[in-house]
């Protein structure tokens, strides 16, 4: 037999003690294939090296913290920019493989589409490792009803404490167009004074098409923001109008918001021919999942797989005669639905709970609702500020319980909210939000900053940034940069006086604000 060499007795040396040396060393020359002692030594290092290694019990917490930060889960381009050390793509593979293991995550998803998420009672703890609200980045608080409240807390409860249900057909059996409503009368009555922005006379599509292009950035951006995606307002407005992809941020995020900018221009392009109808929803879904799928010829196919939903205990709906059936009776009683508003709740409600995609179901739920909107004239849905966690809960209460309270609230909320975003006449929604009010110097620092350096808009998004991180507490720097890469897009000569700039200072920025 050949003796170790030097380097081996010294690393032995080393490993006096270590009990995954000798089990290592007894078992490999009982085999006779390791009969060689420099090859049996060299196989007992490394399996010693492997079992003797530390949990990284640090950067398993970084991984965790990464992963809370994103409430509809997080890829891995996401996972690796947050943590410190820049590990390699392996090292994190291998973490997070273990932590799936020890059930501290949830994988979901294949290949580009793998997501990771927290399971539902390490929500908490994770966003408090993470800095973050339970809440999630966007730290708006919605005016709940009771009843909707108490879906929150029943969803939120951890999973084995919720009882695993399956599709109810009945939940859309019940429903009778023009006699149901989901939306009390007040409610589509209030809605609809606010989202009233052009003359009933006008071709569909008219107002939509009158402010496209603040749309695009609008509902890709939150939209996408909803599903997890990483960018900012104003990388999004970069890649939507100039095509360059954010530095350091995943080809996933980019492509989710590229498809929602098709989906969106080809429901504004074909305003008079669109519906809640099968030709309308395939194509929909095909561009919303464009490059997205394992399977490419997934994309505006229903499904004809079993699928998963991630934190639910809710089983969706088997057999593709099945998922076909439902789909054209969700479609017939949507389009027998008269009143917009109920419409496009309707739509909310029953066509993610239905998943009768593969994927992306969600997304398709969302721009399908502006259905209604677009070809009414009414000013459309784009979900600002809308919290991720609270909008997964409500969706979880349908998906579980077959309740809408809660996603109601959302939706009035919502709907509000982008009223008083587009609207030519803004519709008071109360108090003045306590977030500006809190950092209005910042927020005044960081804009005029940005315009008297004159940054172009790759730079203003790393000053917003470094802003951020230097004056504001962490679980609200998501939403500081939100405000200020808003006001920064809102900026024209009719409200630079509030920043007090001057006309020269202005005028040289915007012309090179690009």
Same mark, same amino acid.
């Given at each position: 037999?050949?003796?170790?060499?030097?380097?081996?007795?010294?690393?032995?040396?080393?490993?006096?003690?270590?009990?995954?040396?000798?089990?290592?060393?007894?078992?490999?020359?009982?085999?006779?294939?390791?009969?060689?002692?420099?090859?049996?030594?060299?196989?007992?290092?490394?399996?010693?090296?492997?079992?003797?290694?530390?949990?990284?019990?640090?950067?398993?917490?970084?991984?965790?913290?990464?992963?809370?930060?994103?409430?509809?889960?997080?890829?891995?381009?996401?996972?690796?920019?947050?943590?410190?050390?820049?590990?390699?793509?392996?090292?994190?593979?291998?973490?997070?493989?273990?932590?799936?293991?020890?059930?501290?995550?949830?994988?979901?998803?294949?290949?580009?589409?793998?997501?990771?998420?927290?399971?539902?009672?390490?929500?908490?703890?994770?966003?408090?490792?993470?800095?973050?609200?339970?809440?999630?980045?966007?730290?708006?608080?919605?005016?709940?009803?009771?009843?909707?409240?108490?879906?929150?807390?029943?969803?939120?409860?951890?999973?084995?404490?919720?009882?695993?249900?399956?599709?109810?057909?009945?939940?859309?059996?019940?429903?009778?167009?023009?006699?149901?409503?989901?939306?009390?009368?007040?409610?589509?009555?209030?809605?609809?004074?606010?989202?009233?922005?052009?003359? *009933?006379?006008?071709?569909?599509?008219?107002?939509?098409?009158?402010?496209?292009?603040?749309?695009?950035?609008?509902?890709?951006?939150?939209?996408?923001?909803?599903?997890?995606?990483?960018?900012?307002?104003?990388?999004?407005?970069?890649?939507?109008?100039?095509?360059?992809?954010?530095?350091?941020?995943?080809?996933?995020?980019?492509?989710?918001?590229?498809?929602?900018?098709?989906?969106?221009?080809?429901?504004?392009?074909?305003?008079?021919?669109?519906?809640?109808?099968?030709?309308?929803?395939?194509?929909? *879904?095909?561009?919303?999942?464009?490059?997205?799928?394992?399977?490419?010829?997934?994309?505006?196919?229903?499904?004809?797989?079993?699928?998963?939903?991630?934190?639910?205990?809710?089983?969706?709906?088997?057999?593709?005669?099945?998922?076909?059936?439902?789909?054209?009776?969700?479609?017939?009683?949507?389009?027998?639905?008269?009143?917009?508003?109920?419409?496009?709740?309707?739509?909310?409600?029953?066509?993610?709970?239905?998943?009768?995609?593969?994927?992306?179901?969600?997304?398709?739920?969302?721009?399908?609702?502006?259905?209604?909107?677009?070809?009414?004239?009414?000013?459309?849905?784009?979900?600002?500020?809308?919290?991720?966690?609270?909008?997964?809960?409500?969706?979880?209460?349908?998906?579980?319980?077959?309740?809408?309270?809660?996603?109601?609230?959302?939706?009035?909320?919502?709907?509000?909210?982008?009223?008083?975003?587009?609207?030519?006449?803004?519709?008071?929604?109360?108090?003045?939000?306590?977030?500006?009010?809190?950092?209005?110097?910042?927020?005044?620092?960081?804009?005029?900053?940005?315009?008297?350096?004159?940054?172009?808009?790759?730079?203003?998004?790393?000053?917003?940034?470094?802003?951020?991180?230097?004056?504001?507490?962490?679980?609200?720097?998501?939403?500081?940069?939100?405000?200020?890469?808003?006001?920064?897009?809102?900026? *024209?000569?009719?409200?630079?006086?509030?920043?007090?700039?001057?006309?020269?200072?202005?005028?040289?920025?915007?012309?090179?604000?690009?």
């Amino acid at each position: 037999m050949v003796a170790p060499d030097c380097a081996q007795k010294q690393w032995r040396r080393s490993r006096i003690g270590s009990p995954w040396f000798d089990v290592a060393i007894l078992f490999l020359m009982s085999q006779k294939r390791y009969c060689d002692a420099k090859r049996c030594f060299n196989v007992a290092k490394l399996y010693c090296d492997i079992m003797a290694k530390p949990i990284p019990h640090d950067a398993y917490d970084a991984v965790l913290a990464a992963v809370a930060q994103v409430a509809a889960g997080a890829d891995i381009q996401h996972i690796e920019s947050q943590l410190p050390d820049a590990p390699t793509r392996r090292t994190v593979q291998r973490w997070l493989n273990d932590l799936v293991e020890q059930g501290r995550l949830r994988k979901e998803g294949r290949a580009r589409a793998t997501r990771y998420l927290l399971p539902m009672r390490a929500i908490e703890g994770a966003a408090a490792l993470a800095g973050v609200t339970s809440t999630g980045h966007i730290e708006v608080s919605l005016p709940l009803s009771q009843e909707a409240r108490s879906i929150e807390d029943a969803v939120r409860q951890p999973v084995q404490h919720r009882t695993p249900v399956g599709y109810q057909r009945r939940f859309l059996d019940s429903y009778r167009p023009n006699t149901t409503y989901y939306l009390p009368g007040p409610l589509r009555e209030e809605l609809r004074a606010q989202g009233q922005v052009a003359a *009933h006379n006008e071709p569909a599509g008219t107002y939509a098409r009158s402010i496209a292009h603040r749309l695009l950035i609008d509902l890709s951006w939150n939209s996408s923001r909803l599903e997890g995606n990483t960018y900012s307002l104003l990388e999004t407005e970069r890649l939507l109008s100039m095509g360059e992809a954010a530095e350091g941020k995943g080809a996933l995020d980019a492509q989710m918001i590229l498809n929602h900018k098709a989906a969106i221009e080809f429901l504004i392009a074909s305003a008079p021919d669109i519906g809640l109808n099968r030709y309308t929803l395939l194509n929909l *879904h095909a561009l919303l999942s464009d490059n997205l799928l394992p399977d490419p010829a997934a994309s505006g196919r229903l499904r004809t797989v079993a699928v998963g939903i991630g934190q639910a205990v809710f089983l969706p709906l088997e057999g593709p005669q099945l998922i076909a059936e439902c789909f054209a009776q969700v479609l017939d009683t949507a389009a027998a639905i008269q009143d917009p508003l109920e419409q496009a709740f309707f739509a909310m409600v029953h066509l993610p709970y239905l998943q009768p995609f593969e994927d992306v179901n969600k997304r398709v739920s969302r721009l399908a609702a502006n259905i209604p909107f677009i070809q009414h004239n009414l000013c459309p849905l784009s979900f600002v500020d809308v919290p991720p966690t609270v909008y997964v809960s409500a969706v979880l209460g349908v998906y579980e319980l077959n309740r809408v309270e809660l996603l109601r609230d959302v939706f009035a909320w919502a709907y509000k909210r982008s009223c008083a975003r587009y609207s030519a006449v803004r519709q008071s929604l109360g108090e003045p939000d306590p977030f500006r009010l809190r950092y209005r110097e910042q927020i005044f620092d960081t804009v005029a900053e940005v315009v008297r350096a004159a940054l172009d808009k790759e730079r203003a998004i790393a000053f917003v940034a470094q802003q951020a991180q230097l004056h504001v507490p962490a679980v609200d720097r998501h939403r500081f940069v939100e405000v200020a890469e808003t006001e920064l897009m809102s900026l *024209h000569e009719g409200n630079m006086a509030r920043y007090r700039l001057r006309p020269s200072e202005f005028e040289a920025w915007r012309l090179g604000w690009r």
